[in-house]
């Protein structure tokens, strides 16, 4: 079993920074992809990244490509998303999520967090 907490949201003017924690709990863990996704009122949620168990391998979402990064300490069971030059659109509850399997869809996860918000003010 795993278990995910994420840590870091708040309220930030655009432009800033801020950088979202994901604390994993459980064996499997450092073994597992680790996704981020978001969700804003009334939309879908979406893919924001993703890096593989080894840390190796990254992708983002055309969306935040240059703008945010994602890292991995296995020894910590740490996993962070850093958020530069963010936007009002930023603005969403933020998850992380673990699976055996890497990509960009949400089927892949089967661990989630429960949520961070972010909000970016204009």
């Known amino acids: 079993q795993v278990q995910l907490v994420e840590s870091g949201g708040g309220l930030v003017q655009a432009g800033g920074s801020l950088t979202l924690s994901c604390a994993g709990s459980?064996?499997?863990?450092?073994?597992?992809?680790v996704a981020w996704f978001r969700q804003a009122p009334a939309k879908e949620r979406e893919f924001v990244g993703v890096i593989s168990w080894t840390g190796r391998s990254i992708d983002y979402a055309d969306s935040v490509k240059g703008r945010f990064t994602i890292s991995r300490d296995n020894a910590k069971k740490m996993v962070y998303l850093q958020m530069n030059s963010l936007k009002p659109e930023d603005t969403a509850v933020y998850y992380c999520?673990?699976?055996?399997?890497?990509?960009?869809?949400?089927?892949?996860?089967?661990?989630w967090g429960q949520g961070s918000q972010v909000t970016v003010s204009s």
């Open positions: 999520a673990a699976g055996p399997r890497y990509g960009s869809d949400r089927a892949f996860y089967i661990y």
């Open positions: 459980g064996r499997s863990f450092s073994s597992y992809a």
